[in-house]
């Protein structure tokens, strides 16, 4: 391949796309901010000192479903430990009421994603897709490549770690 072609090659897998997000392990993660489902607001910036796991997900993604009932269990168990959890779906404007619906069996806060600034973590290309961060606002895990889907175990081995340290 020539060097012309590998630089376009990799221009085109940047534009946009997650390996150019600013959205980056161990690097403080980018803003988020959020109207949410209740008409509040969720500022990223204004979360320090607790640990943020934001998922983004959408009614007719069947995995996306299936975990959430793994993420209100366990924001159910350590919220009051520091943790806040944000769902935010992906799902379009005409779709809201079944997301009002689904979210309502759920004891952790939703947005749209239409009502949601988070432009530095480039262009979501799949849900679910979840990103965890620490007390410090240090990005920890963002699951863009590998195995998507979370459960309590997975979430105990990544999060609650978090939640001990100082």
């Known amino acids: 391949m020539s060097s012309l072609r590998r630089v376009l090659l990799v221009c085109l897998l940047c534009a946009g796309g997650p390996a150019c997000a600013a959205a980056t392990e161990g690097k403080p993660a980018p803003a988020i901010d959020a109207r949410l489902l209740d008409g509040s607001t ?3 910036a204004a979360q320090s000192g607790k640990v943020v796991v934001v998922n983004l997900w959408a009614t007719w993604c069947a995995p996306c479903r299936a975990e959430m009932a793994a993420f209100d269990a366990y924001y159910r ?3 009051a430990e520091g943790l806040l959890l944000v769902a935010i779906s992906v799902d379009e404007p005409k779709d809201e009421a079944t997301v009002r619906e689904v979210m309502h069996e759920f004891a952790f806060p939703a947005a749209m994603i239409r009502d949601a600034n988070m432009k530095a973590y480039g262009r979501i290309w799949r849900v679910p ?8 606002g240090i990005l920890q895990k963002g699951d863009w490549y ?3 889907g979370f459960d309590v175990p997975l979430l105990e081995a990544t999060v609650t770690p978090l939640l001990r340290a100082p």
Not at 129 to 136: E, G, M, N
């Open 42 to 44: 969720f500022s990223l």
């Open 129 to 136: 897709l979840t990103f965890v961060i620490d007390r410090r």
């Open 146 to 148: 590998g195995n998507p």
């Open 77 to 79: 168990k350590h919220r």
